[in-house]
C-alpha cells in the first residue's frame, strides 16, 4: 500500500535548498553600497585641472532602497566631493554594489536623473563587454601619455559606461527585474 504524496509536505533538505540557503546567501552580501563617479575641480578652467572623484551616499538593506536614494541624492543634487565649498563635483554614474563588492546596479547620471544599464545577459556578452572596455582604458591611456587629459578622461568614462553593464551574476535576475519596473516620474 502506498501513500498519497502531498504537495504541502516538503523534506528538510527541500526547505534547506530552496529557501534557507538562498536567503543566507543574500543576507551575507548586504548592505548595499551606493556610490557616485564624477569629475570634480576647484575651478571651471582647463582639462588638466579636473579629477575622477568617488563620493559615497550611503548604504542600504534592499536594491530598491539603494536605488531610490541614489535617484534622490542625484535629483536634489547635494552630492559633494568633500567638505571643501570650491571643490564642484559633477556626478557622471551612480554605482550600487554589495557588501563583496559585486555590482548590483550602475547607471549614467544625466540631467538630475540616472539612466540605469541593462546588465550584460549572459557571460559572453560579459566577456564583449570587458574586451571593449579594456580597448577604451587602453586608448585614454595612451590619450593621456599624449598629455590630451580631457580626451582621456571621456574615454575613461566611456569604458565605466560599458562596464556598468558587468552586474554580478548573483544580481543579474534581480537589476533586469527592477528595470521592468514602472518607475515613478
Do not use: N
Not at 61 to 85: C, K, N, T, W, Y
Not at 131 to 149: K, Q, V, Y
Not at 158 to 170: K, P, Q
Amino acid at each position: 500500500m502506498t501513500l498519497p504524496r502531498h504537495d504541502t509536505f516538503r523534506s528538510i533538505g527541500q526547505i534547506l535548498a530552496a529557501d534557507l540557503l538562498p536567503a543566507l546567501c543574500h543576507a551575507r552580501k548586504l548592505p548595499l553600497r551606493v556610490t557616485c563617479l564624477g569629475a570634480a575641480s576647484y575651478d571651471d578652467g582647463d582639462d588638466v585641472h579636473v579629477f575622477d572623484r568617488t563620493v559615497s551616499l550611503g548604504t542600504r538593506q534592499s536594491p530598491e532602497e539603494a536605488m531610490d536614494l541614489a535617484i534622490l541624492r542625484v535629483s536634489r543634487g547635494d552630492i559633494h566631493a568633500g567638505r571643501d565649498d570650491t571643490l564642484r563635483f559633477r556626478p557622471r554614474i551612480a554605482v550600487i554594489q554589495d557588501s563583496e563588492y559585486g555590482l548590483v546596479l550602475a547607471g549614467e547620471v544625466r540631467a538630475g536623473i540616472i539612466l540605469w544599464r541593462q546588465p550584460v545577459a549572459s557571460d559572453a556578452e560579459a566577456r564583449r563587454v570587458v574586451t571593449d572596455a579594456s580597448r577604451l582604458r587602453g586608448m585614454a591611456f595612451a590619450a593621456s601619455g599624449r598629455g590630451e587629459h580631457g580626451s582621456a578622461r571621456d574615454l575613461r568614462y566611456r569604458a565605466s559606461l560599458l562596464e556598468a553593464r558587468l552586474v554580478d551574476a548573483f544580481w543579474r535576475e534581480t537589476a533586469t527585474d527592477l528595470l521592468r519596473l514602472p518607475q515613478a516620474a
